[in-house]
């Protein structure tokens, strides 16, 4: 079973970037499928990303389609999230999840590990 730890989440200005980590202990990481989901309160859990097991697929959900890159690095056991030109509207939770198989839905339901999340705050 694995665990899952985000980090990188702030506070920025429109139009800046960050970059999320999670990284993850437990199970065999390179195994697994991993997506970014993100959620402001009151709201749905929504898909921003997801990437197969080598990096060589990747998954973006068209609100930030352009601006984010979803990366790994199995040797590091940790899975990025690259967002630029962040928009007020990219503010959220965001979640870091992993599921074993490569094939399903693009959604919350359908990825059985999650990280606690973190905090990103985008002002305009």
């Known amino acids: 079973q694995v665990q899952l730890v985000e980090s990188g989440g702030g506070l920025v200005q429109a139009g800046a970037s960050l970059r999320l980590s999670c990284a993850a202990s437990?199970?065999?990481?390179?195994?697994?499928?991993l997506g970014w989901f993100r959620q402001d309160p009151g709201k749905e859990r929504e898909f921003v990303a997801a990437?197969?097991?080598?990096?060589?697929?990747?998954y973006y959900a068209d609100s930030v389609k352009g601006r984010f890159t979803v990366s790994r690095e199995n040797n590091k056991r940790t899975v990025y999230l690259q967002m630029n030109s962040l928009k007020s509207e990219d503010t959220a939770v965001y979640y870091c999840?992993?599921?074993?198989?490569?094939?399903?839905?693009?959604?919350?339901?359908?990825?059985?590990?999650w990280g606690q999340g973190t905090q990103v705050t985008v002002s305009s």
């Open positions: 437990g199970g065999t990481f390179s195994s697994y499928f």
């Open positions: 990437i197969n097991w080598n990096g060589g697929s990747t």
């Open positions: 999840a992993a599921r074993r198989s490569p094939i399903g839905d693009l959604m919350a339901g359908a990825f059985s590990y």
